[in-house]
């Protein structure tokens, strides 16, 4: 079983591989040609749907939901020059600080 970490590469080497294709014959490059705007609101569709299945206890359709909203997550990045990387360097600077603590580092 592959590791969500590999999973997220090779999705990402394809959703960039796709920038170069044509839309007829990728979602993806559809997508991108559309510009970031239209792929932040898929992506905001998708965290929704996400969000009902996971309040409502519907396991199954929850992990679809997570994959749907991890791949809309890899396009939005993409259409932004962002990757999985930029978010994993800013994860792991956090690791080892309580929530509570940044919180109450910004004043709030
Ligand atoms: N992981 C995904 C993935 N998850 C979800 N989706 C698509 O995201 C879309 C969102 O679902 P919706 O029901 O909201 O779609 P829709 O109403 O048809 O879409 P819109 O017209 O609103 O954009 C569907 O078309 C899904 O198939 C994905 N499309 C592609 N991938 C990955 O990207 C790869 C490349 O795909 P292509 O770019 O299509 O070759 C695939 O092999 C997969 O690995």
Known sequence: MSSIGDVLTRLEATIEARKSESPDSSYTASLLSKGAERCAKKFGEEAVEAALAGAT?????????????LYHLGVLLAANGLSFADVAAVLAAREGVSGHDEKASRGK
């Open 57 to 69: 206890g519907k396991k199954d359709e929850l992990a679809a939901e997570a994959a749907d909203v």
